[in-house]
């Protein structure tokens, strides 16, 4: 595989995330020993000084409170240096009364926005998309989401999805569209005939034999 090819490949739900090790606003880290035991979002904007990225890292600042609570770390990235981030945030909190409790990669390199497919050269061949990557503890990518650089975020479907996953892991469920914290779940369908047989004595909530809901 060629290094172009490397860079426009896309990660992949269930693969294990790159490894990196990169300047933040809070040091220089290495990212599986910095995520070590934790669930991590890490996401990308386009640029610092920027009317909508503003908007999003105020808003990721409103649910960092709650990430924390569900075992999250929160990163972000630009390709932007570390003095251009630290006067952003400085900004923000100087002029928008926000302050920002995670830290930001300084990637002027595009060594980790190549890595994880942030590039999209119909977009930017300089700039990282809105990307968000959900990331567990053994380092699986879980979920992607991709945002063109003129369309921000929306961070109920960032904590929504992280409540699922832990939901989905936590009791051996699905979870259905639209689904919120408090909401019956989805269990798994039945692997055999003799399975589907008993499926609907189970005590479950069942439409048929392959579709039943329970609560938690």
């Not at 990721?60 to 251009?84: Q, T």
């Amino acid at each position: 595989m060629t290094e172009t090819q490397v860079e426009k490949r896309m990660l992949l739900i269930g693969e294990e995330v790159p490894d990196f090790e990169a300047e933040t606003t809070d040091g220089r880290i290495k990212f599986k020993d910095w995520a070590k035991g934790s669930w991590v979002i890490l996401f990308s904007h386009p640029a610092d000084f920027t009317p909508v990225c503003t908007t999003e890292f105020m808003a990721f600042a409103d649910i960092y409170p709650d990430l924390k609570e569900r075992g999250v770390k929160l990163l972000g990235l630009s390709i932007d240096s570390i003095y251009s981030h630290i006067s952003w945030i400085r900004t923000i909190k100087e002029k928008l009364g926000t302050d920002i409790p995670f830290p930001i990669i300084e990637d002027l390199s595009m060594n980790v926005a190549k890595k994880y497919g942030m590039i999209h050269p119909s977009q930017s061949a300089t700039a990282a998309v809105r990307a968000v990557f959900f990331i567990d503890p053994e380092f699986k990518l879980r979920a992607l989401i991709y945002y063109p650089l003129s369309n921000g975020r929306n961070m109920k479907e960032i904590t929504r999805i992280i409540d699922a996953f832990q939901t989905s892991d936590k009791h051996g469920v699905a979870t259905p569209a639209n689904w919120e914290p408090g909401d019956d779940v989805i269990v798994p369908p039945p692997k055999t005939t003799a399975e589907a047989e008993k499926r609907l004595a189970e005590g479950y909530d069942c439409a048929d034999w392959f579709f039943c809901k329970k609560k938690l």
